[in-house]
């Protein structure tokens, strides 16, 4: 099995993928309540509309539960600072991780109610989640002028319609996933680097900005459900790990450890396909 009680192992990362629907919306008010931090609360107070404002508590709950599974400090204990562009961290006191461990590194994506949380050890990661049907609502066009030319001119020689649109979500997600392992978010010129993709799913090739290298990283495509998006970054070594060798994904709200589906991590600078179906069982 993959829990954390033997210590995280550092070639594997983790990620929680968790709709909406899994949390009760009194259920999720009540554990922010008494989970979330300050800067958390205030961010809530500030949300207009009610699906706004539960969208942002099922996901920072969704947070604070899955670092106390991999560090186990209690929800509210655990301390997050932000960086200047906004990119959480756990605070210096996990610098060498719990008895020694790599510190864990985690990234937070949620959009259109569904949220993914993604956890590695001594390695940046990056996560994004879209749903396919967005293109219906705004267009994707502002997105396109975004991407480097020759995503643009490979983009264009696909029709019109849900697979250009695909295309395009897909690499969106692989474009955020990036710049948020790399944390840097939307300051890094998303035509300064490129992805090329395979025609379903997969990564053939990944253009890295000119400060980057295309070994550092390894890409991971998912699609949790039919209309569900999701796009992983992995730092492949770092001076306190080596290469990620395994991804386990969990469905669901982590009310206990779960068994989650294990996947096998490719190779640098590409990607492994992962379709729908992932929910793991409860122990």
């Keep these: 099995m993959s829990g ?22 009194p259920l999720a008010e009540t554990l922010a309540e008494h989970w979330l931090d300050e800067h958390e609360h205030d961010v809530a107070r500030r949300f207009m509309f009610p699906r706004d404002r539960r969208q942002y508590l099922v996901a920072h709950v969704l947070v604070r539960r899955v670092l106390s599974l991999v ?3 209690p929800e509210a204990e655990a301390a997050i600072w932000r960086s200047s562009r906004g990119r959480p961290f756990l605070q210096a006191a996990f610098d060498d991780g719990p008895s020694g461990r790599p510190r864990p590194d985690f990234n937070l994506s949620h959009a259109h109610g569904h ?3 993604a956890v590695g050890h001594g390695r940046r ?3 994004d ?8 609502e705004r267009g994707l066009g502002w997105i396109v002028q975004s991407y480097s030319p020759e995503e643009r001119a490979r983009l264009a020689e ?3 319609g849900r697979q250009r649109d695909r295309a395009t979500l897909r690499l969106w997600t692989l474009k955020e996933a990036y710049a948020k392992a790399r944390g840097l978010g939307l300051g890094l010129p998303f035509d300064s680097f490129a992805f090329e993709l395979a025609d379903d799913h997969g990564v053939l090739g990944f253009r890295p900005p000119e400060d980057d290298t295309a070994d550092r990283w390894t890409f991971v495509e ?16 770092t001076q306190t790990s080596g290469p990620p060798r395994r991804l386990f994904v969990h469905d669901g709200f982590p009310w206990g450890r779960s068994t989650p589906r294990e996947l096998p991590l490719p190779g640098p600078g590409a990607s492994r396909p992962v379709t729908a179906g992932l929910a793991g069982r409860s122990e």
Excluded: K, Y
């Design 71 to 73: 560090t186990g400090v």
């Design 129 to 136: 989640v879209e749903r396919i049907d967005r293109a219906a």
């Design 158 to 160: 696909i029709p019109p």
């Design 125 to 127: 990661v990056g996560v």
């Design 4 to 25: 954390f009680a033997a210590g995280p192992d550092p070639s594997s990362v983790h990620l929680w993928f968790c709709p909406n629907e899994a949390l009760e919306e």
């Design 115 to 117: 949220n993914v949380v």
């Design 222 to 237: 998912l699609q949790p459900r039919p209309e569900v998006l999701v796009s992983l970054a992995v730092e492949r070594g």
